[in-house]
């Protein structure tokens, strides 16, 4: 199976999922990297790897539906079969959505369905946590439905708040279990051990 792969920054679980396909954990292929960002840290990482990139964004296609086709297109010339959101900042457009429905895994630094939706992103979610005074936060691994953080949930991983905990040290503590979780979700996905709709 072929992994394409949307990130806008570092990259840090698309280089686990990188390193899981290299060691045999992951029976798939990496394909593909759609960056916006023409300076993020997962260009080079793709590079390292031997992964083509395509940067693609409001400055290559300034229509919102172009940029959508276009990177509909190129997932679809790389024979890209899954497609994997590692910190893509940007909206999927409709082409996208629908030419890869269900087959668009995001992960999401919360124990969904809590602390999802709109605004709850990198260290804000992690604020929210520290706020409600929650014990437990975590990771989820989900499918993309036209509503963010709304598909269903493929799997989750928990890690305990600390009475200490700042949101550094709480995004630290979910994004070490998010490298372990988002690689094993896809090795299951991609065997069929988790089935997709
Ligand atoms: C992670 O916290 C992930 O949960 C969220 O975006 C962040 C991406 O980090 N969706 P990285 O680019 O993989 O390091």
Known sequence: MKLGFLASHGGSNMQAILDACASGQIAATPALLVCNNPGATAIERAQNAGMPSRVLNGKTHPEFAELDQAIFQALQQAGVELVI????????????????????????????????GKGMYGMHVHRAVLEARESESGATVHLIDQVYDEGPILQQASVPVLADDTPETLQARVLEQEHKLYPDTIAKVVTGEIPLP
């Open 85 to 116: 959101l590692a910190g893509y900042m940007k909206k999927i457009g409709p082409a996208v959505l629908s030419g890869y429905r269900n087959r668009i895994l995001n992960i999401h630094p919360a124990l969904l369905p809590k602390f999802g």
